[in-house]
């Protein structure tokens, strides 16, 4: 698993843009790339997938209620710091045609 790369002319896109169009934008933007401005589209089986990784944290959370709110804090901030980091590596773009 890599980052993607652009369609049209193969240069790989960054991390902070990545991460920006899926945590900060949201899905309805597009990632427009440095060196030939072709518009790239998160696809629907990367949003998907992605939602679902964010539902795991709560469905753990509700069966093995943990003994302190601290711990249980720590777990869902870890899971998330996780998931954001690797969105960049999970998301993949398409070009519109």
Request: glycine share 2%.
């Amino acid at each position: 698993m890599f980052i993607q790369k652009c369609k049209n002319c193969s240069k790989e896109f960054t991390l902070k843009t990545v991460l920006k169009s899926v945590w900060v934008e949201g899905y309805s933007k597009s990632i427009k790339c440095d060196h030939c401005n072709t518009k790239h589209y998160i696809n629907m089986t990367s949003r998907i997938f992605i939602a679902i990784l964010i539902g795991l944290t709560i469905m753990p959370m509700i069966k093995h209620i943990p003994n302190t709110i601290l711990y249980a804090l720590l777990i869902i901030i870890t899971y998330f710091l996780l998931l954001i980091l690797t969105t960049p590596f999970i998301a993949r773009y398409h070009v519109k045609k």
